[in-house]
């Protein structure tokens, strides 16, 4: 039962945080680029995070990966077998399309680049999932139970999940990181020991998730409460009845 839900202190919901970059693109090299950023919302509305934090763009197999210390994030990861070649590489190409300009100028997305990037998510990759393609081994409830147990194995210690939910091919979850705990390491975490327990119980090897996974920094309290409803509305949507894994709110 997970009930850790951020609660605003804004009953009108936060603006959403102004993030400016002071670094010139040709300084934008590596796997890890620091950008020194200030953030123009109040304390309240910024989700309690350090105004003054260091926002990093993390090269990831395929994607770039924007982190800030503090934040909240939605993060998709899913088996290797669920989705066909075809369509990643379709979503990728497009989705490059959408944060080259960002990724040049070494910032985060704008707004509106982060609704069509949400958008193009939904339309390519997340309905495609929720068909239920691939071997689907979250439908076995004694690997969907793996998978859970390894988001709740360090919640509240590294991590704090507001909410997730395991799909037969893939998992949602709304989670935002202890300080010094990068995001990377904790999907790391869970990734390996499940896919390890997994494997074991199903005896067979080899690739279990995909190595890439989708995660977005959330901005402000609407982008928050719509993060939190796709998550728990994910299995009807799907058409999954009396689907039991998912986290509820107290």
């Known amino acids: 039962m997970i009930h850790k839900v951020f609660k605003s202190q804004s009953s009108t919901g936060a603006s959403p945080v102004s993030i400016h970059a002071s ?57 290797g077998d669920s989705l066909p070649r075809s369509i990643l590489d379709k979503w990728t190409f497009e989705r490059k399309n959408i944060v080259k300009t960002a990724e040049q100028m070494g910032r985060p997305l704008s707004p509106n680049e982060e609704t069509q990037l949400n958008y193009l998510y939904s339309e390519k990759v997340g309905k495609f999932l929720d068909a239920g393609h691939g071997r689907c081994w979250m439908k076995e409830d004694r690997i969907a139970n793996i998978v859970a147990g390894s988001l709740r194995h360090f919640d509240g210690e590294r991590y704090d999940l507001h909410v997730w939910c395991v799909m037969p091919n893939h998992v949602h979850v709304v989670v935002k990181p202890h300080s010094g705990h990068e995001l990377s390491k904790i999907l790391h975490s869970w990734k390996s020991f499940s896919a390890h327990e997994a494997n074991k119980i199903l005896k067979r090897k080899g690739k279990f998730w995909e190595v890439e996974y989708y995660d977005h920094l959330i901005r402000n309290e609407v982008d928050y409460a719509h993060c939190i409803e796709y998550v728990l509305a994910n299995p009807e949507k799907a058409g999954l009845k009396n689907w039991k894994w998912v986290s509820s709110i107290d």
């Open 23 to 79: 670094i010139s693109p040709a300084e934008n090299h590596g796997s890890v680029s620091p950008v020194s950023i200030h953030a123009s919302a109040s304390p309240a509305e910024n989700h309690g995070r350090d105004g003054h934090a260091t926002l990093k763009i993390r090269k990831g197999a395929r994607l770039p990966h924007w982190t800030l210390e503090g934040a909240v994030y939605a993060v998709t990861f899913r088996l």
